[in-house]
């Protein structure tokens, strides 16, 4: 399947493209932002969408997730909720007041869970509007299932997936 990569930072944005948009096709093809500050995990998000048909657009924080939000249309966001600068859960809260439409999908390293001591992330992440949660570091296939369920049923219930 063709696809057309974007890739957004804080420095430059540029356009990769692969190959003739499928859109001129007839081929719906849904589009993802993924706002996160670690390159390896934006690769390796980028790497598995694109390979199953969606379109990648990656932003290296919060604000340059904002003007990529400014300036596209997407099918689902992806958000980690600790990021430099522009925090996780702002961004959160921020992505879904612009775009209440659009599930947010929001990713973290530290553990979705309820203690007495710690807070509960994935409660605050429901509250400010996110669709689901990721743990990661999270499989492909949990990847794919946040994504596909976010963009079929984006009003169901929240969720988290881990393996």
Same mark, same amino acid.
């Given at each position: 399947m063709q696809t057309t990569c974007r890739r957004f930072d804080l420095i430059v944005t540029w356009d990769v493209r692969l190959a003739a948009r499928p859109e001129e096709e007839?081929?719906?093809v849904p589009r993802?932002?993924?706002v996160d500050d670690d390159p390896m995990v934006c690769v390796a998000i980028e790497v598995c969408l694109t390979r199953k048909g969606f379109e990648v657009?990656? $932003?290296d924080g919060g604000e340059a997730g904002m003007r990529a939000l400014e300036t596209s249309d997407? %099918?689902?966001m992806l958000i980690d909720v600790f990021m430099p600068?522009?925090?996780g859960f702002e961004s959160i809260r921020m992505f879904h007041e612009r775009k209440p439409d659009v599930p947010v999908i929001a990713m973290s390293g530290y553990a979705f $869970?309820?203690?007495e001591r710690a807070p509960d992330f994935l409660r605050m992440t429901i509250e400010l509007g996110a669709a689901c949660c990721l743990r990661k570091p999270f499989?492909? %296939? $949990?990847?794919l299932t946040s994504v596909n369920q976010s963009i079929t049923k984006p009003k169901a219930s929240a969720q988290q997936s881990k393996s």
């Open positions: 007839g081929i719906i993802v932002l993924v657009t990656v $932003a997407f %099918d689902v600068h522009m925090r $869970a309820n203690t499989t492909p %296939d $949990a990847l």
